[in-house]
């Protein structure tokens, strides 16, 4: 099952856009993974000259792991899920600290059928993950 969240909003004038996808499937115990083909979209809207992989999209990743492993604690189920996070989505001037990680949270919950407790949200300071 893959399901995508895409956010875009505007907080105290500050933008937030990000979309993340991800697929979940059976597992021994969770685990997260994330695809080779994730910021594939690249290459279809700038080319085949497209360049991701650097340390901008590291903490992008990071931030997209981060995010499923925070929904995967709070789940409360004890049959594991591999969740493969298939497209991170940013912008060059929208995309802030936590956004990633915010969307990955939520399309998460989505595809995992998890509603938490004290959900993440923005305000004016940025993405909030409560514990």
């Not at 875009?8 to 021994?28: K, L």
């Not at 994330?34 to 340390?55: I, K, M, N």
């Not at 709070?74 to 956004?99: E, K």
């Not at 959900?119 to 300071?125: G, H, L, N, T, V």
């Amino acid at each position: 099952m893959e399901h995508s969240y895409r956010l875009r909003r505007i907080v105290s004038r500050i933008p937030h856009v990000a979309e993340v996808a991800v697929r979940v499937g059976a597992c021994a115990h969770d685990e997260v993974v994330v695809s080779d083909e994730v910021f594939a979209w690249r290459r279809d809207l700038y080319g085949p000259q497209a360049v991701s992989g650097g340390p901008g999209d590291q903490e992008l990743v990071a931030e997209a792991v981060e995010g499923v492993r925070y929904v995967l604690v709070r789940r409360g189920h004890s049959s594991g899920r591999l969740v493969t996070v298939t497209r991170i989505l940013d912008t060059p001037v929208d995309t802030g600290p936590g956004d990633v990680r915010f969307a990955a949270v939520m399309a998460a919950c989505q595809a995992l059928e998890v509603e938490l407790d004290h959900p993440p949200f923005i305000d004016a300071s940025g993405a909030v993950f409560p514990d």
